[in-house]
């Protein structure tokens, strides 16, 4: 069974720049989740998804970060304009619940430098 | 809004010595509780959960207790081995599906 699917794995740009994040789930996994993980923290959620409706988006800083999940599958996470903080490593997670939580299946990561 | 605390950061033990980590979380609607295992550059794994309904579970070296009254859980690693040198998080979840994980723990076994 393919796992999830992160791209790019890295990236490197400058603050006020745009960049966008892929993922691709495990097929037939219902919940998608992007976390934000800062290096020597936890990973923090951004977003959760089930199916191509947003179940949690408290803590997206919406002034800049956007991410859509278009015909429930892939999802894209966008960041505009990036700013030294962003710099971390986004994980992308899917679950096959579609209620209630149980494994997350995480993909890579895909780590961003801001300069 | 939703917390879970984790400690120590920090851990260091001799080979074949016990390592302990302990979380709490504050909402109490909470109940599905995992721990990952995370080795540098790779990603979370899962290595043990626990749902609400039950109070202790193990999986041969690995066991996590849950008190819900106190809301918290702890992980047990026992006979501790150079390769479960590693970062620990614990989680919350709950029925929406939403998963809080804790700051972590560096585990680091000394052979």
């Known amino acids: 069974e393919a796992g999830v699917a992160q791209s790019p794995r890295y990236k490197i740009i400058e603050k006020r720049q745009s960049v966008a994040f892929w993922c691709n789930p495990i097929?037939?996994?219902?919940?998608l989740y992007w976390y934000q993980q800062i290096l020597g923290q936890g990973p923090k959620l951004l977003i959760q998804?089930?199916?191509?409706?947003?179940?949690?988006d408290s803590q997206l800083p919406k002034d800049r970060f956007s991410a859509e999940r278009l015909k429930g599958v892939d999802s894209t996470l966008k960041i505009q304009p990036a700013k030294l903080e962003d710099s971390a490593v986004y994980l992308c997670?899917?679950?096959?619940?579609?209620?209630?939580?149980?494994?997350?299946?995480f993909g890579e990561g895909s780590r961003l430098t801001v300069l | 809004g939703e917390n879970v605390e984790q400690h120590p950061s920090t851990l260091s033990v001799q080979e074949g010595d016990s390592a302990v980590i302990k979380c709490t979380y504050s909402d109490s609607a909470s109940n599905y509780f995992p721990w990952y295992k995370q080795e540098l550059g790779k990603r979370p794994q899962l290595i043990i959960d626990?749902?609400?309904?039950?109070g202790e579970k193990k999986d041969q070296r690995i066991a996590v207790t849950l008190n819900k009254t106190a809301k918290h859980f702890s992980l047990h690693i026992t006979e501790t081995q150079p390769e479960d040198s590693a970062v620990y998080f614990c989680?919350?979840?709950?029925?929406?599906?939403?998963?809080?994980f804790g700051q972590g723990t560096t585990l680091q076994v000394k052979p």
């Open positions: 097929s037939g996994h219902a919940t």
């Open positions: 998804f089930q199916n191509n409706g947003v179940v949690d």
């Open positions: 626990i749902r609400s309904n039950v």
């Open positions: 997670a899917s679950s096959s619940l579609a209620a209630n939580t149980g494994e997350l299946f």
């Open positions: 989680a919350a979840g709950s029925n929406t599906g939403k998963l809080i």
